[in-house]
Every structure is written in structure tokens, then in C-alpha cells.
Nanobody
Framework: QVQLVESGGGLVQAGGSLRLSCEAS????????MGWFRQAPGKERGIVAS????????YYTDSVKGRFTISRDNAKNTVYLQMNSLKPEDTAVYYC?????????????????WGQGTQVTVSS
């Protein structure tokens, strides 16, 4: 069993930055890929970024490339999402998730553990 707890969300003006953190409990964190997803009102939950266990592979959805950076600290059981140059369209609830294994995990179905989500609101 893995429990995931996100933090770091909030309200920020367009052009600003936020850093999301997700702390995991359980011994499997360092052995699986981790991802960040987001869900805006009325929209499907979609992937933002993912990273394999030793950062061999990373994935970013096109809309965040060059602005967001995923990272992880396996010693701290924590995955991060640094978000720069935020735009109003980045407003959503952000979720971290643990994948079923260590691979290039880009679909919701690749993940079997989810955090409760943290709200990010970007004002124009």
C-alpha cells in the first residue's frame, strides 16, 4: 500500500511560480515511476509529467514543456513539480500518482495509487 500526500498548491498570478511536493509512504516509492496529473473543472484528468525511478526517462505534456520540471528524491520518498511561468490555463487540481512499475508511464491506467490533490489557481 502506498499513500501519497500533495502540498504546495495555492493562488498565484500569471507568470509566477509554484513548487508542488508529494510525499509517499511505503517501501515501493523508489522502485516505481511517479507522475503528476491535473484536472480542471469539466475536463478529464490528464498527465502533466512523469519520471522513472532513477530519472532515466521523463515525460512532459506539450503544454508544460520548458515551464514545468519534475524531480524526485528517493531518499525522502518525495516527488516534486516545479512550475514556472504559470498561465491561467494551468489552473486545476494537481494529483501525484505512483505507477504500477518502473516504466514510461503516461496514461492514467498506468497508475494505481493517487494522492488527494492540491488546488493550483493562476489569476490573470
Amino acid at each position: 500500500q502506498v499513500q501519497l500526500v500533495e502540498s504546495g498548491g495555492g493562488l498565484v498570478q500569471a507568470g509566477g511560480s509554484l513548487r508542488l511536493s508529494c510525499e509517499a509512504s511505503g517501501r515501493t516509492f523508489s522502485s516505481v515511476a511517479m507522475g503528476w496529473f491535473r484536472q480542471a473543472p469539466g475536463k478529464e484528468r490528464g498527465i502533466v509529467a512523469s519520471m522513472t525511478r532513477n530519472a532515466e526517462l521523463t515525460y512532459y505534456t506539450d503544454s508544460v514543456k520548458g515551464r514545468f520540471t519534475i524531480s524526485r528524491d528517493n531518499a525522502k520518498n518525495t516527488v516534486y513539480l516545479q512550475m514556472n511561468s504559470l498561465k491561467p490555463e494551468d489552473t486545476a487540481v494537481y494529483y501525484c500518482a505512483a505507477a504500477r512499475g518502473n516504466y514510461y508511464a503516461t496514461q492514467k491506467s498506468d497508475y494505481n495509487y493517487w494522492g488527494q490533490g492540491t488546488q493550483v489557481t493562476v489569476s490573470s
